[in-house]
């Protein structure tokens, strides 16, 4: 089975650190992504990644940043924490145009910016 | 950008009744993926439908794609306490990107 691992189940931080989100996918997926999940909003993609140092903006990118040297890892970063920025983390991974099988999703991140 | 409507939001039933959750699109989708998130969990994917019309089961879980490829849903025939849950449905458009619905948070009442 792929198996999608985020670095942190819990975290807190202060306002206006950096803060950094790692996740590593063990099946040399070519696409990840980063998403938030906040009650009543739903899944949010913030950024995606279709190949190494490849990135494309996805709905809610302001205030993140991405950074994917390795196939296997793709770090999100808060450069500037804010309140605002506290919530669940979730990233996924899947291969290119692959029929029949969907996102594998990491067990999140819940992140607390105080 | 591409957005997914599902309903409903929430849905409480008693154990052995069925359970319906759909998702429109106002565009045509080349896929639409549904997700099934636990509490304290994280979405796991359920199936992904392609071709139009397309009807797929799983046990007591029926899956449909809409003739136009613009809605789907997810059927729950005599739910079981094990079936609590959010469920998402997910649509592709062109892109590896995937847009998810809100959800429906599906209680049962034993």
């Known amino acids: 089975d792929v198996k999608v691992t985020q670095s942190s189940r819990y975290l807190v931080k202060r306002t206006g650190e950096k803060v950094f989100l790692e996740c590593v996918q063990d099946?040399?997926?070519?696409?990840m992504f980063w998403y938030r999940q906040d009650p009543g909003l739903g899944l949010r993609l913030i950024y995606f990644s279709y190949d190494v140092k490849m990135k494309e903006k996805g709905d809610i990118p302001e205030g993140y940043s991405v950074s994917r040297e390795k196939k296997e890892r793709f770090s999100l970063i808060l450069e500037s924490a804010s309140t605002n920025q506290t919530s669940m983390y979730l990233c996924?991974?899947?291969?290119?145009?692959?029929?029949?099988?969907?996102?594998?999703f990491g067990s999140g991140t819940r992140l607390t910016v105080v | 950008g591409q957005q997914v409507m599902q309903i409903p939001q929430y849905q409480h039933v008693q154990e052995g009744e069925d359970f319906t959750t759909y998702c429109n699109s106002s565009?045509?989708?080349?896929?639409i993926q549904w997700y099934k998130q636990r509490p304290g969990g994280h979405p796991v994917f359920l199936i992904q439908?392609?071709?139009?019309?397309e009807v797929k089961k799983q046990k007591r879980l029926t899956f449909q794609f809409g003739e136009a490829k613009k809605n789907s849903s997810l059927h729950i025939t005599a739910t079981q306490t094990t079936d609590v849950g959010t469920y998402f449905c997910?649509?592709?458009?062109?892109?590896?990107?995937?847009?998810f619905g809100k959800g429906t948070k599906l209680t049962v009442n034993p």
């Open positions: 099946m040399d997926h070519e696409n």
């Open positions: 565009t045509t989708l080349s896929n």
């Open positions: 439908l392609v071709k139009s019309g």
């Open positions: 996924a991974s899947r291969r290119d145009r692959e029929v029949g099988y969907g996102y594998t």
């Open positions: 997910a649509a592709q458009g062109g892109s590896e990107k995937l847009v």
